[in-house]
């Protein structure tokens, strides 16, 4: 009893010094409530704001944000530090994340194989008859990710719970009301509040559609008023355009927006009082959409608060005092996951594939894993989004992966334009389309449809099966016509006569999918070829000329280019090899190759793009009218396309080019200027037998990455060939 009693009294302090261990509470005439709007890229001001602060030893009651000032509030009173932030700001792929896909390099081949040909970067879904489009012009997975991430998923039953008590604002999408966020997840908050209508998804919580808090309440005063005497206010909006700034399309709907904004700013900013702050930092030459320009608009800010100082001064604490108050500014670790569940309604994908994917992921490292493994899932391409929430029961922490399957359903559609012309020379043009309808099946399975209709003509058909859901190992058969024009040409660069091939083929293959690199097939083949002359002197040709092959081929692709169009980095390989067989009714024993060999390297502004071409049929008979040929714009330039004819061809070229400038995201990417060196040679002429020597060319162009595809103006020569200006949208260069 003596020892226990003695003990008693040793441990008293402790108990004693309980109270003292609460956290530090300011008193009633300290701190501030901070306001920070709406304003896009704009809003990265906020931070050099909130630096200012800092350095002033201005403690922060409350934060309310809308929309971009939701995104920085928020991170900021979830412990973010300010130079962490704005290291994870300068960081950030903004070009990347902004264009609502994942880097090309990390998405499966097989759903970026049609990258090459000239659609339009709009895909339309197809159900009961009708067009349907996407829910938003940006997918906002990644960006969504991005927020999880900064905030460490944090979800409280109430935001006056974080370390600084915090309110985000959204739009309800029904009936115009401000959504003021309280509670819940942080990230759900903050993706709310920034849903800009119409270019990101808009967010469904409770029965609710929410987007971008800025049409409702662009600067939350009142928000902030209810927990904060003194009110530090920043305004980053656009201000509206003047009568001689709306001069186009985009600019009425830039206007019709700023309209709306200013309308309930200016009611928010009748509740300031004297004794507040309103902060504008002078944002001339940033827009909303400059996310890369974070470092810049943030100076901005800080420059604004110091002109300031004065004013702001008188909210100051001593050192002591503000250091107290900083501790509680502690960013929280990422929770540990005990099990990971799959919730879906799936009408199309497999979920339990899905389910299968993700199971057995638990652990403190369980987030990031099961973030990584949607991304990669994300990437397939069949989802809208793949989010989550984790929920605690009975003392574990539950994820549960929520995916919503593509508002445009299994059946897409895309559309293209291809135009050339040269001088001199033919105008040509090609429409494109193409459907697909995929999960057949719930292995995946796909029904793809091709179609071009122009000078070259296609209609093509193919069945695709993975062996299983999560099998690289795939089968495919496929069933095509394609007429093949051949153009032949005299020596002052003249046509006079033209041969068309009308190729129908079968193929049957197996092959596997080498993940984002590419793919490797091998099958069996068999064609008909039909040969007349649809052009010119019948001396060339004499009626139709029919012949059947059939044999074996492989195909190996491999696709590494960031961009498909101009790609700055990365490689690219597509080699075909067919033998035709008699054994299996072939007319002729030849063989035939086709390879495209890539390299593209970045140094600075300028863009090194090296390619290898070489295609042939070896063996190949005299009345065998399945030819190549050379000639064309960027193909040795200076030549008509497909000028030069022969049983093999090759070519050389590299392409140099620097960006000029952006485009608005309507229009396209960018503009380029550039010069390419090219070098030449055909072999084995079917009517004289001729062979070329090396035949150097080059050209000089402007282009444009666009909506429509690329588009060049360019002009340029080649030895024995005629100075030519060529004009193209979506050339296969």
């Given at each position: ?80 530090d300010l130079d962490q932030m704005a290291a994870d700001f300068r960081d950030a792929n903004w070009d990347q994340m902004l264009s609502g896909r994942l880097p090309r390099t990390d998405i499966p081949y097989d759903k970026k194989r049609d990258d090459y040909k000239n659609y339009l970067d709009v895909t339309f879904g197809l159900q009961d008859g009708q067009l349907r489009v996407p829910r938003s012009a940006i997918n906002s997975q990644e960006i969504e990710m991005f927020i999880r991430k900064l905030t460490r ?48 998804d808009l967010v469904e919580i409770d029965g609710r559609l929410l987007i971008d808090g800025g049409l409702a309440r662009n600067l939350p005063i009142q928000d902030a008023r209810q927990c904060a005497r003194h009110l530090i206010v920043v305004d980053v909006g656009t201000p509206p355009l003047k009568k001689d700034q709306i001069n186009s399309l985009f600019d009425v709907v830039a206007q019709t927006s700023n309209l709306m904004v200013s309308r309930n700013v200016r009611e928010q900013m009748a509740l300031l ?461």
């Amino acid at each position: 009893m003596k020892f226990s009693l003695k003990l008693l009294i040793l441990a008293l302090p402790l108990f004693v010094a309980v109270p003292q261990a609460r956290a530090f509470e300011l008193a009633d005439d300290e701190g501030v409530g901070v306001v920070l709007g709406g304003g896009g890229a704009r809003g990265f001001a906020h931070l050099g704001v909130l630096r200012e602060l800092q350095r002033l030893h201005i403690p922060i009651r409350c934060i309310a944000g809308t929309s971009a000032g939701a995104l920085v509030g928020g991170m900021y009173a979830n412990g973010l530090d300010l130079d962490q932030m704005a290291a994870d700001f300068r960081d950030a792929n903004w070009d990347q994340m902004l264009s609502g896909r994942l880097p090309r390099t990390d998405i499966p081949y097989d759903k970026k194989r049609d990258d090459y040909k000239n659609y339009l970067d709009v895909t339309f879904g197809l159900q009961d008859g009708q067009l349907r489009v996407p829910r938003s012009a940006i997918n906002s997975q990644e960006i969504e990710m991005f927020i999880r991430k900064l905030t460490r998923d944090r979800q409280l039953d109430t935001f006056e719970k974080l370390p600084i008590p915090f309110r985000a604002v959204a739009t309800d999408l029904v009936n115009g009301e401000a959504v003021v966020f309280d509670k819940g997840p942080l990230a759900e908050a903050l993706r709310a509040s920034m849903a800009v209508p119409g270019l990101f998804d808009l967010v469904e919580i409770d029965g609710r559609l929410l987007i971008d808090g800025g049409l409702a309440r662009n600067l939350p005063i009142q928000d902030a008023r209810q927990c904060a005497r003194h009110l530090i206010v920043v305004d980053v909006g656009t201000p509206p355009l003047k009568k001689d700034q709306i001069n186009s399309l985009f600019d009425v709907v830039a206007q019709t927006s700023n309209l709306m904004v200013s309308r309930n700013v200016r009611e928010q900013m009748a509740l300031l009082h004297a004794d507040d702050v309103l902060i504008r930092p002078d944002l001339k030459g940033y827009n909303a959409a400059d996310f890369v320009e974070n470092q810049g608009i943030m100076q901005r800010g800080k420059a604004a608060a110091l002109a300031q100082e004065q004013a702001l001064k008188r909210f100051s604490v001593s050192a002591e005092r503000y250091a107290a108050w900083r501790e509680r500014l502690k960013l929280p670790a990422y929770p540990v996951v005990d099990d990971v569940q799959v919730k879906s309604d799936s009408r199309f994908v497999n979920a339990n594939g899905l389910a299968n994917s993700v199971a057995g992921m638990k652990g403190e490292q369980a987030v990031d894993d099961v973030r990584e493994k949607l991304r990669e899932l994300f990437a397939a391409g069949d989802y809208d989004q793949l989010s989550y929430a984790i929920d605690s029961r009975n003392g574990r922490n539950i994820m549960t992966v929520m995916p919503l399957e593509k508002n445009i359903g299994p059946n897409t559609v895309h559309f293209g334009l291809s135009l050339n012309s040269s001088t001199p020379g033919d105008s040509n043009f090609s429409f494109l389309a193409a459907h697909q309808r995929n999960w057949l099946n719930p292995a995946g399975g796909s029904w793809r449809n091709e179609m071009v209709i122009g000078k070259d003509k296609l209609f093509k058909t193919e069945l695709y099966q993975p062996w299983s859901y999560d099998s690289p190992l795939f089968a495919a058969v496929s069933l095509s016509y394609h007429q093949q024009p051949l153009s032949f040409y005299d020596d002052n660069h003249i046509k006079y006569a033209e041969v068309s091939n009308d190729i129908t083929m079968f193929n049957a293959d197996v092959g596997t999918v080498l993940g984002r690199y590419g793919e490797l097939r091998l099958g069996l083949f068999d064609s008909r070829v039909g040969s007349y002359l649809s052009l010119g002197d019948s001396a060339l040709l004499s009626g139709t000329v029919n012949h059947s092959y059939a044999g074996v081929r492989g195909k190996l692709v491999i696709d590494q280019f960031d961009n498909p169009r101009w790609p700055r980095s990365g490689y690219f390989m597509n080699a075909v090899l067919t033998s035709s067989l008699p054994a299996m009714g072939s007319y002729t024993a030849s063989r035939d190759y086709d390879a495209v060999v890539e390299g593209v390297k970045t140094f600075g502004d300028l863009t090194f793009r090296l390619t290898g071409k070489a295609r042939g049929i070896v063996n190949r008979k005299p009345d065998d009218y399945r030819l190549e040929s050379l000639g064309g714009f960027l193909n040795l330039t200076g030549y008509q396309a497909g000028e030069l004819l022969g049983e093999k061809v090759a070519l050389s070229r590299l392409m140099v080019y620097w960006r000029a400038s952006s485009l608005p995201s309507a229009l396209g990417s960018g503009l380029y200027a550039g010069v390419s060196g090219e070098v030449g040679r055909v072999w084995g002429n079917p009517f004289d037998g001729h062979t070329t020597q090396w035949i150097p060319a080059g050209s000089v162009f402007l282009a444009a990455d666009t909506i429509f595809g690329p588009f060049f103006l360019g002009v340029g020569n080649a030895k024995n060939g005629k100075l030519s200006g060529y004009v193209y949208l979506g050339a296969d260069y």
